[in-house]
């Protein structure tokens, strides 16, 4: 069982070298991913290969084996679906420009070597993306409009990044090391030309002729959240679940604007909220100031167990990874012994847009959000996920996450945070929780409907204005990552799980109950589909997660 476990890991990695990085195997530092046809060709063969010794394993097994083989099955059917049957690699291009600047920052930013020693992976790696670039104008064929925009905007945004934070970056690296600092600029030349020239080839060449569609059908959308969520839900039951769930907050939210402001419609009292918003220039900084004052809460409260007095830094999301999200955590991985520094990101506004456009995405972060965001992607969200992440029970419960247990307890974290009482029934930081908890549903409707149902991305981003009161630019945006992210309902979905499995597991405890012992529990057993994390906590309950 073991070696199937290893054997599985080494061949991921193998083909997201990227990916060992970021959970700290640095054996792959010097190579970078590959995906020419025949790079896809091998790895779906090697899925194949893999999936084919499933049924040969020992048939006597722990638990914890048991649940691994689950969670390992379940990886390689979802990603045969994303190779083989949905060809993502043919019909999205965002991934082959995303691709290069990950795979370098993970390099810089975290201090697991000698600079020097990490300077030489970055130029291996650099090397390498010229050929990532080559990959995909030999792949790509007809993709949506809506993918090769955004990619668009990727390759764009990493040019920069490469011929300024890269290079600057690599001064300081080389220190006295000519050499070393030659051979670097001459591969980032390289390597940010390759850039230049995938933007200049995504706008000029393909996006006049982007003209694929982006829904993957009922059928497909099934499967991939079967496969990666362990949701075995008709489609229409999970519709109705979720449209219920948003009708709830609609009324909620316009209840509370009304406590705010009587005398204006529930969308105007959110853009009151809204006139209070950073400058490009507070932006961070205001992000910033909420943490403490959460931490006091979370612990005056016995909400969740906090493991480390170490904070992550809060700085502007890399140009590379700006595809529609406005803030997330980037943390260090399980297997990382020395490099501990994470991330929580949040992203300004492009130097380019419009005032206007400006400042309808800061908006976005006026104090009150800006709160529910960082109890969502810090404290008790994902950071305090990544703090219990090394003390996970086994390697495949370290190194596998699923979108409804990451993401469900984040955006659980909000609304738990709200009800234990953080903000003093403050009307403003509920309304705030609301439209955030709109935006999730907003989310789970659309991404059904986009991909099951005929919806356009105009038709999801006019939802997301009126249903969960975002700003124009901001309703677009959301809809069109529904486009390329087909079940990012994963947020609403698993928050609904968790509130389900709380109220069983209180039932099941009686008196001894407790919501910190809960939360402890949850968080402890590794960010697995919640299907398998009721096995553990309530073992015997075979009851639906919804």
């Known amino acids: 069982m073991t070696q199937f476990v290893d054997d599985y890991f080494n061949a991921y990695f193998e083909w997201n070298p990227s990916a060992a990085t970021s959970v700290g195997f640095h054996q792959y530092d010097g190579n970078i991913e590959d995906y020419s046809a025949a790079a896809v060709a091998k790895r779906i063969e090697t899925l194949k290969l893999l999936q084919g010794q499933i049924s040969g394993l020992p048939s006597r097994r722990t638990p914890d084996e048991e649940i691994d083989i689950e ?3 379940g990886q390689i059917r979802a990603e045969l679906v994303d190779l083989e049957t949905l060809e993502t690699w043919r019909h999205n291009p965002m991934n082959y420009v995303s691709v290069p600047g990950g795979a370098i920052d993970n390099l810089m930013k975290r201090n697991f070597a000698p600079a020097a020693e990490r300077l030489r992976s970055v130029i ?5 993306i010229p050929k990532i670039i080559a990959a995909m104008k030999q792949n790509i064929d007809n993709p949506p409009r809506e993918f090769t925009d955004l990619a668009f905007r990727i390759a764009h945004g990493s040019v920069g990044f490469f011929r300024t934070s890269v290079a600057n970056w690599a001064k300081d690296a080389a220190g006295d090391d000519t050499a070393l600092l030659n051979e670097f600029a001459t591969a980032n030349v390289a390597a940010a030309n390759s850039l230049q020239d995938a933007a200049d080839w995504l706008q000029k060449t393909l996006l006049p002729k982007s003209q694929g569609t982006y829904a993957i059908g009922r059928e497909k959308f099934s499967k991939k959240l079967q496969y990666e969520e362990m949701v075995d839900e008709p489609p229409e039951r999970i519709l109705a679940i979720g449209e219920e ?12 604007a009304l406590k705010i402001d009587p005398s204006k419609d529930p969308h105007e009292v959110m853009k009151l909220l809204s006139d209070e918003h950073p400058t490009e220039a507070s932006l961070i900084p205001d992000a910033k100031k909420t943490v403490e004052g959460i931490i006091h809460f979370i612990r005056d409260q016995k909400i969740i167990s906090i493991p ?4 992550p830094s809060i700085t502007e999301t890399p140009p590379y990874a700006r595809s529609g999200t406005f803030a997330s955590m980037d943390t260090p991985g399980p297997y990382e ?13 492009e130097k380019e847009w419009d005032a206007g456009h400006k400042d309808e995405h800061l908006r976005a972060y006026n104090p009150p959000v800006m709160n529910i965001i960082t109890i969502h992607e810090a404290y008790p969200g994902h950071y305090i996920q990544f703090l219990n992440a090394k003390q996970f029970p086994t390697k495949t419960r370290k190194l596998i996450s699923c979108g409804t247990n990451a993401e469900g307890w984040a955006h659980y974290s909000e609304q738990m945070m709200i009800e234990e009482g953080f903000g003093n029934g403050d009307p403003k930081i509920r309304l705030a ?3 955030e908890a709109l935006l999730r549903d907003a989310r789970y409707v659309v991404g059904i409907k986009l991909h099951t149902a005929g919806w356009t991305v105009a038709d999801g981003a006019k939802y997301f204005r009126e249903k969960a009161f975002q700003e124009p630019a901001n309703a677009y945006e959301e809809a069109r990552r529904g486009a390329y992210n087909p079940t990012y309902l994963y947020y609403t979905l698993g928050k609904l799980q968790i509130y389900k499995l709380r109220e069983d597991y ?3 405890k009686g008196s001894t109950f407790t919501l910190q012992a809960f939360h402890d529990e949850f968080v402890r057993q590794g960010s697995i589909p919640i299907k398998l994390i009721r096995r553990i906590l309530l073992p015997g309950d075979n009851r639906a997660t919804l």
């Not at 291996?124 to 390498?128: I, M, N, Q, W, Y």
């Not at 012994?337 to 506004?349: C, R």
């Open 71 to 73: 969670i390992l099955d």
């Open 124 to 128: 291996a790696r650099l090397k390498g």
């Open 245 to 256: 769930n948003l009708e709830k907050d609609y009324q909620a939210f316009i209840e509370t």
């Open 308 to 311: 480390s007095e170490v904070r």
């Open 337 to 349: 012994t020395k490099a501990t520094e994470a991330y929580y990101y949040v992203t300004p506004p």
């Open 433 to 435: 929780q609301l439209q």
């Open 506 to 508: 209180r039932r099941a």
